[in-house]
């Protein structure tokens, strides 16, 4: 009889080791599972970040252009008015240039600076 328990509990220990080992094996797939899950959910931040980024450099630069664009053209209607000033024109004449030169700083004051 005690051989016969000896071997019970031999039996025992064994299928007991044998389901710590099926539970480790478990453990570490689901572990892999979750490094995996978590490498593509990096992966795929990383790419939303960098679409972030370039967008805001594309809105930036073109709100550099914009604005540049902008004071060359005031800066060269400005040089337009002095030029005709100084061959007599009135200034009734200038409205034009003026009302140009106003509406491009109507738009610089209103031109949106790209948010991060």
Avoid: C, F, W
Avoid at 53 to 70: G, I, P, Q, V
Wanted: glycine residues 4%; hydrophobic residues 30%; without cysteine.
């Amino acid at each position: 009889m005690v051989l016969g328990e000896r071997g019970l509990r031999s039996a025992q220990a064994e299928e007991a080791a044998q389901q710590r080992t099926i539970e480790q094996e478990n453990e570490r797939q689901q572990d892999q599972q979750r490094r995996r899950s978590l490498a593509t959910q990096t992966q795929q931040n990383i790419r939303v970040a960098e679409s972030r980024e370039r967008n805001y450099e594309d809105a930036e630069r073109a709100y550099k252009a914009r604005k540049a664009s902008l004071e060359h053209q005031n800066v060269s209607l400005q040089a337009s008015i002095n030029r005709l000033r100084r061959y007599g024109q009135h200034e009734s004449e200038l409205n034009g240039y003026v009302k140009q030169i106003d509406a491009n700083n109507d738009e610089l004051r209103n031109l949106k600076v790209p948010l991060r």
